[in-house]
């Protein structure tokens, strides 16, 4: 048999080399084709500022590649004539001299081989193309544009002028506006924003400019405007005093302000004036792009005022009153709606609207964050009962949601606080848990609640359970206390192992271990030596209380013997009753 090795397998390749060499003639023999005709040509008389030149300038778009190097044949003739004039060029533009065409209507267009543009046609009085305007700020007001235009030095009445702007951020020009002659206002312009302007003009007869250099510009600086939003920063404390002021600026005050007078009264009637600077913030002062915060305590303060201030001018001084100190308590229930987008608060409204109310302030504040960091506030109208937040929530991560009124004037009012989570995990171990006291019958645990910054979540519960029979749940308010649970019905002197762990809406977490064993019987000894100390006590205290009592009687106290009362002499052996015994 013969071996056909490899012969077996060439078969296959070759025909799919045939393929592929097929398919590269097809895409080869179609590139070959007639090729594009150019784009209409373009013709001018270009001008400068004292003069136009006299020859026509012509441009057109290959639509090719310009890296490819082609001939181009630039064709015109005059309108009434059939005499025409041709010149070969390797470029997409090209010039028709002066001598080359007289004034009148003139037929324009390029070749590229058999490829043939369409016809431009033009009177040659009508193609004068004047330079780019010279753009200039008014100096009465920035928001106004003026330029120069040179038709007057050529002799020519001036024509309209289009006008395009955008912002420096944006490469996109926004807008086109046309019919202008020598300057325009620009309305409305947004603060603290650079605009590019460009503009083109033509004479009253002829072509539009070329656009003219950019020119930028922007708002005048003016007074801040409005108030600013001032409230304080207290971490997840809300009824604390060792807060921080802050407050928020608006879009029209974040670039013009210079910097911020802050004044703080305080209750023992002093007060205290700050002047800091917004362009070098140092220590006292941290600013973003839209909030700031006064690293200065609000201890002992009963109010505080802020304003912005600029060289034209100051806003409004914002006010804001210390609430009362007190133990924080929850008036009011909220609930939360979070993710790790968006946070939603919800409350009902009060029972009993009071006229006094003017509005809600809603905050959050993520725990362990320093002043300024992890927070923001709003302010809602009283007749709505919903605040809304967008911003990114940590996973695992503590946020506390404060809820507070204020009045008509201006006291503050905590109403309640709530912990919540963008999403929630395990918790960690109890890191302290023992015996708290031991007897035969019964045990008293002890343990410390899972850290805030541990808990990874709302801790719903505490489970407890005794040799993994019993499971007991025990609750987990309040979460800051220590907390103790009894554990009744044991057996005396039984070893026993008990367990804890916290428990979150994703489940339990770790187990913490501790062992005791019971007393084997209740200790009587030191009782009974108690009571017999007390029965001795008591009788010595009753036999002084005899005593006193009957010494103050005159014959003998039947209650006593008789080694309690005093010797009385005997009068038998006087010596006097026995001598008058013998004279009788």
């Known amino acids: 048999t013969r071996d056909l090795g490899p012969n077996v397998m060439a078969t296959p390749r070759t025909r799919w080399l045939l393929s592929i060499l097929l398919v590269n003639l097809s895409n080869c023999f179609t590139l070959a084709g007639p090729p594009a005709p150019p784009s209409l040509p373009e013709c001018y008389i270009p001008c400068d500022e004292e003069n136009c030149t006299v020859d026509i300038h012509c441009t057109w778009d290959p639509k090719q590649d310009p890296q490819i190097p082609t001939n181009y044949s630039l064709h015109w003739e005059a309108a009434n004539t059939e005499e025409g004039h041709v010149i070969n060029v390797t470029s997409s533009n090209g010039s028709i001299r002066r001598e080359d065409f007289s004034n009148g209507e003139l037929r324009v267009w390029v070749q590229h081989g058999s490829a043939k543009s369409q016809e431009a046609v033009f009177n040659t009085a009508e193609i004068i193309k004047p330079p780019p305007p010279k753009v200039i700020s008014s100096n009465q007001e920035p928001s106004v544009i003026e330029w120069n235009s040179t038709c007057e030095r050529l ?159 100051s806003t409004v001084p914002s006010h804001l009153a210390m609430p009362i100190s007190g133990k924080e308590k929850n008036e009011q229930a909220i609930l939360l709606k979070m993710n790790e987008e968006n ?87 109890v890191s302290s848990f023992k015996v708290f006291s031991i007897a035969a019958t019964r045990v008293t645990l002890l343990w410390e609640p899972v850290p805030l910054s541990k808990q990874n979540g709302v801790i719903l519960y505490y489970q407890i359970g005794v040799d993994r029979q019993n499971v007991y749940n025990v609750s987990a308010s309040p979460q800051h206390e220590n907390k103790t649970f009894e554990l009744l019905h044991l057996s005396p002197g039984q070893d026993y192992e008990v367990w804890i762990r916290a428990v979150t809406v994703a489940g339990p977490g770790g187990n913490t271990t501790t062992r005791f064993k019971t007393k084997h019987h209740e200790d009587f000894a030191l009782l009974i030596l108690v009571l017999l100390g007390l029965i001795i006590l008591g009788v010595i205290c009753l036999s002084f209380v005899l005593l006193s009592a009957c010494r103050g009687e005159s014959k003998a106290c039947p209650l006593l013997p008789l080694c309690f009362y005093e010797k009385v002499p005997d009068p038998r052996n006087s010596h006097i009753f026995r001598q008058m015994k013998h004279q009788v």
């Open 155 to 313: 002799q020519l009445s001036l024509g309209p002028c289009d006008v395009r702007h955008r912002t420096e951020a944006d490469q996109v020009w926004l807008k086109e506006e046309n019919g202008f002659h020598s300057s325009y206002i620009f309305y409305s312009p947004q603060p603290c924003t650079v605009y590019e302007l460009q503009v083109r003009c033509a004479c009253a007869t002829g072509l539009m400019s070329d656009w003219s250099a950019i020119h930028k510009m922007q708002n005048k600086e003016n007074a801040p405007v409005g108030e600013l939003d001032v409230w304080r920063d207290c971490g997840i404390s809300p009824a604390s005093f060792d807060c921080v002021l802050t407050w928020k600026l608006s879009v029209s005050q974040t670039c013009l302000i210079l910097g911020y007078d802050v004044r703080l009264s305080y209750n023992n009637g002093t007060a205290v004036s700050s002047n800091v600077s917004a362009a070098e913030p140092r220590g006292q002062l941290v600013c973003n792009e839209m909030q700031c915060h006064f690293n200065s305590s609000l201890k002992d303060v009963s109010s505080v005022s802020v304003s912005a201030y600029n060289a034209d001018g």
């Open 343 to 429: 946070l939603t608060v919800f409350w009902d409204l009060p029972s009993q609207l009071t006229d006094n109310l003017k509005k809600y302030v809603v905050q959050y504040k993520q725990a362990g964050c320093p002043p300024g960091q992890g927070f923001d506030w709003i302010k809602v109208e009283k007749k709505h009962t919903t605040g809304f937040f967008k911003g990114q929530f940590k996973k695992y991560t503590p946020y506390q949601v404060s809820l507070f009124t204020v009045s008509n004037s201006s006291k503050i009012h905590h109403l309640s606080s709530v912990i919540g989570y963008s999403c929630q995990g395990t918790p960690s171990r």
